[in-house]
C-alpha cells in the first residue's frame, strides 16, 4: 500500500512540472500573439525577423533579458527585492495546480479555496517589490496596484460564492459536470462580464494598468527592476492572464480539460485580453475604485442573495 501511495505521490509530482513547463512555453507565445495582434489592430507587422516570421522571438527575448547585468539599488532591502519576483512567480505557477484533469493531476476538493488563497497571495510580492526598492515611485506604483488588486477581489470572491451555491461544492471540476447540457455563460450572462472586467484588474491589464501608468509613475512597482527580475514579473503576469482565461473557459464556458475544445476557448480568451488592450484607453484611477465598489460590489452581492434564494 504504502509503495502505491509512492508512487502516485511521484506520479502526481512529474504530471505536475510537465504541465509548469507547458504553461511557461505558452507564456513565451502568449507574448508573441500579443505583440503580432497588436502589430495588426495598429496596421504594422509585429515581430517578424528571428525565426520564421518571428515565432523564436520570445526566446531571443527571454535570452537578452535574463543574460543582461542584474543591478540593484543601493539602498534596497536586498533579500526581499532579489526575492519579490521569485515568489510572484512561483505564486503565478502554484495556483495551476486548481486545473480539475480527471486524472494525474491534484484536482482537490477544495480548488475554490486554494484559488482564492493564491489570488490574495499575489498582493504580497507586488507590495514587497514596491517597498524593498526603496524608490518612490515603486511604492506609489505598489500602492495603486494592492489596492485596486485587493479591490477587484472581493468583487471576484462574490461572484464565486454565487457559483459555489449553484454547483454545490469547491471543487471545479463541478462546473464540468453542471455544464453538460447548456453553459453557465448564457444562465449568468451579467455575471460572467463583471468577472471578466475583475479579472482584467486583477491581472494589472489594460484599461486597468495603473500599476505601470508610465506617463506619471514611471513604471509602477517594477521601476527598479531589471534583466531576470523584470523578466519573472513579467512571466508571472502572463501566467495570471493565461489561468484567468483558462478559469473564464472552465467556468461559463463549460467543457473538461482532456479535448481540445477547452484549449482553444483559452486561446479565444486569451485574445480577448489581448482585444481589450488593443482598443481601450486606460481610466482615470478614481472611476476604477468607483466602479469596484460602487458598481461591482452591489452586483454582486445581489446575484449571491438571488442564488442562494434559488437554491433554498
Known amino acids: 500500500m504504502g509503495y502505491e501511495v509512492f508512487v502516485g505521490f511521484v506520479l502526481m509530482v512529474v ?7 507547458c504553461v511557461l512555453v505558452s507564456v513565451a507565445f502568449v507574448t508573441l500573439l500579443e505583440r503580432k495582434i497588436l502589430g495588426y489592430i495598429q496596421i504594422r507587422k509585429g515581430p517578424n525577423k528571428v525565426g520564421f516570421m518571428g515565432i523564436l522571438q520570445p526566446f531571443s527575448d527571454a535570452v537578452k533579458l535574463f543574460t543582461k547585468e542584474q543591478t540593484s539599488p543601493t539602498l534596497s532591502n536586498f533579500l526581499v ?12 505557477l502554484l495556483v495551476w495546480a486548481v486545473v480539475p484533469y480527471e ?11 486554494f484559488f482564492l488563497c493564491c489570488l490574495s497571495l499575489g498582493v504580497y510580492s507586488t507590495m514587497s517589490a514596491g517597498w524593498a526598492s526603496n524608490s518612490k515611485y515603486s511604492l506609489l ?8 488588486t485587493i479591490s477587484y477581489e472581493v468583487s471576484l470572491a462574490l461572484i464565486l460564492l454565487s457559483f459555489l451555491f449553484l454547483v454545490g461544492g469547491f471543487n471545479f471540476e463541478l462546473f464540468s459536470l453542471y455544464q453538460e447540457k447548456v453553459w453557465l455563460l448564457w444562465v449568468v450572462m451579467p455575471l460572467s462580464w463583471v468577472w471578466f472586467a475583475s479579472c482584467l484588474a486583477e491581472t494589472n491589464r489594460t484599461p486597468f494598468d ?6 506619471e509613475l514611471v513604471s509602477g512597482f517594477n521601476t527598479e527592476y531589471s ?3 523584470f523578466a519573472l514579473i513579467f512571466m508571472a503576469e502572463y501566467a495570471s492572464i493565461l489561468f484567468m482565461s483558462m478559469l473564464f473557459s472552465l467556468m461559463f464556458l ?3 480539460f482532456l479535448g481540445i475544445s477547452s484549449y482553444l476557448k483559452l486561446v479565444a480568451m486569451a485574445f480577448i ?6 482598443t481601450l484607453p486606460r481610466l482615470r484611477y478614481d472611476k476604477l475604485m468607483y466602479l469596484a465598489w460602487k458598481s461591482f460590489l452591489p452586483v454582486s452581492l445581489n446575484y449571491l442573495i438571488f442564488y442562494m434564494g434559488v437554491k433554498l
Open 273 to 278: 485580453f489581448i482585444w481589450v488592450r488593443g
Open 103 to 113: 486524472q494525474g493531476l491534484m484536482n482537490f476538493e477544495l480548488g475554490v479555496l
Open 210 to 215: 495603473f500599476a505601470e501608468g508610465e506617463s
Open 227 to 229: 534583466s531576470g527580475g
Open 254 to 256: 463549460g467543457g473538461t
Open 141 to 148: 506604483g505598489s500602492l495603486r496596484a494592492v489596492a485596486q
Open 15 to 21: 504530471n505536475y512540472l510537465v504541465l509548469i513547463i
Open 81 to 92: 527585492y532579489y526575492m519579490s519576483p521569485v515568489f510572484s512567480l512561483f505564486i503565478s
